[in-house]
């Protein structure tokens, strides 16, 4: 019987599959289309549970696929209810408003990944409607109900407002993949302990104010990359792996799909007096900062996303048009023949954001020099700018002398570059100077923690966290002059998988052979420069007292640190010698070994440059990848600022509540309560087309691969 109980529950199970599940996600990893609810062929993007700011705009996705078919699915009579009311009515627009017209595509699916490996897609054929550039704005709790012959889903949306505003400017530092793990080795190798005790030598971010605990999964898988994660940050929305500013939809087209407004788009439309200021050590174009002001489904549309900084999406919002604007990525504002740019239809960007009204800097003297009340923009190297350590020692590492990384695209050095530091202080310079009494928004990201944990070169990770914690510093110091109405957040957009086990002696790893075919293949002699538990002594600290600044990174004493899914690779603790001729970027870590073909992947292999003598360990990873990858723990979000949103932050949360959060400090959406049949005169009869603005950028894959070097 208990067989039989067994069988019929499991028949159950199999049933309730089957049935539309509107809320949860299928257990997948190739999923058809993420944003359909279980066992359905409809789906409706934004989803159930999506939460808007106060007259937030977004746009509508409706989907219906047909699979394995050919047949395009009628989807002419959805029927779109909110609140038992038309969209016209409950968006405000005009009764002429020229309702969406079906469009149609097809695209590959595979749906698991057996199928990849027979390489038998499935053909889905989809027929589909666009809403563009709604909002709702009224406060509260919207029930959507929609139809298409017998497929139905019921969604809840909620409208959030807030009352007054309780800072006068926020900051969002991003630590890009930096788990707290990260932030308490760099605390490690950074601060004084009194035999064990830390007392106030923690990381001043880490005591500046509340902590709080950020999820930062996408709607679409458990791992998420910066795209999406900073892009939730940014409009309060999840979204998925690659995506920017909009909900994913599954056309070849990357432009299209259903967007949602950043709050640095909200900001501009609704209180255009403040200033938005944006600075990294990436590329400008990069996932995280782009996220700022970025609809595109495909974070690689860099020449796009270029543009779209200055002049916004046609027929959406406001355009962002930062006042401040810092960081790499000169690759796509050069122009010219013989030169290494890939400016959107080969234009000078420099010259178009010139005319726009901005001064343009190119060096860390030039940035310096700058006193003006802006626009500015900065772009400092052709793409990633170098890491903390390429930029101030170089002594060790001649890195950006060699690199060949200037501005303008001619192979030339670069001049020598700003720290993240200077940078924050001078793009709170320019926008005080711009916008006094009205307040900025400001997103700085420390991009290189991420960049080096991928090819796990740990020194340089950590070396850019501590110097994350050091332009912290600058806006802490520009708190106790002005008031404490900063408010300040610092989060990261997903963790690696990185942890500390011991110290390592270096000098007796040093000191052993290494001799892997001889009598010690799993180097027992270097492994015993290990130190566990009770030998894992104290670290030598790279900060100088006086400077506070890191002044050499090998001592003997190092942390002996790795990653669950690291590649194959070796090990030795000591300062990779890295290539200094490729941007830190674009140094793989792994090789990849052509020779062990397996159903068409290549292996990936020890990379003997980095560390010659060191420890080989075999990769825990996919073995093609030759970056690892983020992993999934919980981030950590540290508040410094007004009280009043301090205890707002110390609690377990979506990554979409960074959005709200930093709308409630600004006071955004205050006030703006109105009716909702206040028409809104932005729209005409006719269809709204915004991706018409840009050739149509090169189609993606239906099928979502690993893909090393965008993450
Ligand atoms: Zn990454």
Redesign the pocket.
């Known amino acids: 019987m208990r067989v039989l109980g067994s069988l019929v529950a499991l028949a159950l199970a199999g049933l309730a599959a089957a049935v539309v599940d509107p809320s949860h996600p299928a257990p997948t990893q190739f999923p058809r289309n993420v944003m359909s609810p279980r066992g359905s062929l409809l789906s409706l993007a934004p989803p159930d549970g999506a939460e808007f700011l106060v007259d937030q705009l977004f746009d509508v996705r409706i989907e219906l696929h047909n699979v394995n078919s050919t047949v395009v699915p009628d989807i002419t009579g959805y029927k779109l209810v909110i609140n038992g009311d038309s969209p016209l009515n409950q968006f405000g627009l005009r009764a002429d408003y020229a309702l969406p017209k079906p469009e149609n595509w097809t695209f590959a699916w595979t749906p698991d990944v057996a199928a990849v490996y027979a390489k038998k897609p499935v053909n889905v054929s989809v027929a589909a409607v666009a809403w563009r550039s709604v909002s709702l704005k009224v406060p509260g709790t919207y029930s959507v109900q929609l139809n298409v012959g017998n497929e139905s889903i019921s969604a809840v949306w909620t409208v959030r407002s807030f009352e007054g505003k309780k800072a006068k400017n926020a900051v969002l530092f991003i630590g890009d993949?930096m788990a707290l793990s990260a932030t308490t080795a760099a605390r490690f190798i950074s601060k004084q302990t009194k035999f064990g005790k830390f007392g106030k030598n923690f990381l001043s971010f880490a005591k500046m104010g509340t902590i709080g605990l950020v999820s930062p999964n996408g709607l679409d898988a458990i791992i998420t990359?910066?795209a999406n994660s900073a892009s939730a940050y940014n409009t309060g929305h999840k979204s998925a792996v690659n995506a920017l500013g909009v909900y994913p939809d599954t056309s070849a087209n990357s432009l299209d799909d259903p967007k949602v407004e950043t709050i640095a788009e909200y900001i501009r439309r609704k209180n255009p007096g403040r200033c938005i200021g944006v600075v990294t050590t990436a590329e400008i174009q990069d996932a995280t900062p782009a996220a700022v002001w970025s609809h595109t489904r495909r974070r690689n549309d860099k020449a796009i996303i270029t543009d779209q900084a200055l002049f916004g999406v046609k027929n959406f919002s406001a355009a962002v048009k930062p006042d401040v604007l810092l960081g790499g990525g000169g690759e796509f504002f050069c122009n010219g023949t013989n030169l290494t740019c890939a400016s959107n239809k080969n234009q000078n960007y420099y010259d178009i954001y010139k005319q726009a009204g901005y001064s343009v800097v190119n060096s860390k003297a030039e940035l310096e020099a700058y006193s003006g009340s802006g626009p500015l923009l900065g772009i400092f190297s052709l793409n990633h700018m170098e890491t903390w350590i390429e930029r101030n020692m170089p002594a060790y590492f001649d890195g950006f002398n060699a690199t060949k990384s200037d501005p303008f695209g001619h192979s030339y050095a670069s001049q020598p570059q700003p720290n993240l530091d200077l940078m924050v202080k001078k793009a709170i310079e320019v926008m005080d100077a711009r916008c006094g009494a009205k307040g900025w928004f400001l997103m700085a990201e420390a991009a290189a923690i991420?960049k080096m944990m991928?090819p796990i070169d740990f020194d340089r990770a950590l070396a850019d966290l501590l110097e994350l914690e050091r332009a912290v510093d600058v806006v802490l110091d520009y708190n106790a002059k002005n008031n404490g109405d900063t408010f300040i957040m610092l989060t990261s957009d997903h963790p690696q998988a990185y942890d500390v086990f011991g110290t390592v002696d270096t000098q007796f790893f040093n000191g052993q052979p290494l001799n892997l075919t001889g009598d010690d293949p799993l180097s027992v002699r270097k492994r015993r420069a290990i130190g566990e538990y009770q030998q894992s002594g104290w670290p030598d600290l790279v900060i100088n007292d006086t400077t506070g600044l890191p002044t050499h990174w090998n001592g003997r004493f190092k942390l002996a640190d790795g990653k669950v899914d690291a590649f194959a690779h070796t090990e030795d603790w000591q300062i990779n010698q890295v290539d200094p001729k490729v941007n830190p970027s674009s140094r793989p870590y792994a090789l990849v070994n052509t020779s062990y073909e397996v159903k068409g992947d290549s292996v990936a292999s020890y990379n003997p440059k980095n560390d010659p003598e060191g420890i080989p360990f075999l990769p825990n990873d996919f073995p093609t990848d030759v970056n690892t990858v983020?992993s999934l723990s919980d981030v950590a979000l540290f508040c410094g600022g007004p009280t009043e949103m301090l205890l707002k932050c110390s609690k377990p949360m979506d990554n979409t509540e960074i959005f709200f959060l930093l709308a409630d400090a600004l006071g955004l959406g205050s006030g703006a309560v109105v009716s909702k049949r206040d028409i809104d005169e932005r729209y005409v009869a006719t269809a709204l087309e915004p991706e018409l603005q840009y050739d149509v950028p090169v189609r993606r894959n239906a099928v979502q691969g690993h893909h090393p070097g965008e993450?």
């Open positions: 993949g990359d910066s991420d991928h983020h993450n």
